[in-house]
């Protein structure tokens, strides 16, 4: 019975252990996801506006100006960029978004795939370790741009993905990435990069009435690549507070776990123990009455 004592005491001390440990992890996270929270709490307004603006203008184009990262035409070859996290240990975040990335090549993109047309750029560990292993053809130039995360390092990924549609080598480029909601939700989404998406029928009756200086051509010339460029980047810190958020909630649910597995091992300690007492006063007894008999 003492080894059995033994075995629960170690499981005890083990779960104690990595309790320890998940919340840690979760204090860590929920750290990190007020910095990361407040940056994309700031860039989503800039960046939605600046998205309208253009979609505005390239809706409202009397064909006047050359709009190469607009033009829409026949999708032989695709890039779809995937925003994973560097690390584990945050639920199914990443699951989901490769899961989502999968999806997205087979309902869209089928065609292009059969024939090896489908090219992933992954922004992120998982993203490049997963689409790697399985034989996809991957871009691995951007995928440790969380290890210094700032404009100018995502900035280098959304002009490759501008160069390489410019120059006609790929004909459209989707972008896959969680958005942020709050610490227990986030959305995971699919959305066309390029060409830069026109607004609606609906939304395109109203046209804006803007005053171009210097000309049209030299303004759209100079913001497109800007305004996708803070696109890209405001996608990627959605990822960074949604990665953040996902693991304070993995690692509290997580420390839950502990907490009730603990409570299930002291009670089974505790009648290992009950019994173990049991059989040695059993054992005194019949011993005593032995002697006395």
Known sequence: MSGALKEVRNRIKSVQSTQQITKAMKMVSAAKLRRAQDAITQMRPYAQKLQEVLANIVSNDDGGVDLALATERA??????????????????????????????????????????????????????EHFTKNGFSVVDNFWDIFTGLSFDNVKTAAKYAMEVFANKEVDAVELVYSEFKNAATQRFVAEPFLPVRKLSKDQGKLKADFIF????????????????????????LDANASEHGARMTAMDKASDNANELLKSLKISYNRAR????????????????????
Not at 93 to 100: D, M, V
Not at 278 to 285: D, N, P, R
């Open 75 to 128: 999708i032989e070859k695709v890039l779809i960029i995937v925003v994973t996290s560097d690390r584990g240990l945050c639920g199914g975040y990443n699951s989901n978004l490769i899961k989502l990335a999968r999806q997205v090549i087979q309902e869209k993109y089928s065609t292009q795939a059969a024939k090896g047309n489908v090219q992933m750029l992954p922004i992120g560990k998982k993203g490049f």
């Open 213 to 236: 200086e210097p000309s049209k051509e030299v303004l759209i010339r100079e913001l497109m690549p800007k305004i996708l460029n803070t696109q890209l980047f405001k996608a990627v």
């Open 274 to 293: 009950q019994a173990a007492i049991t059989t040695e006063l059993t054992e005194i007894v019949s011993g005593a009455a032995a002697l006395n008999g």
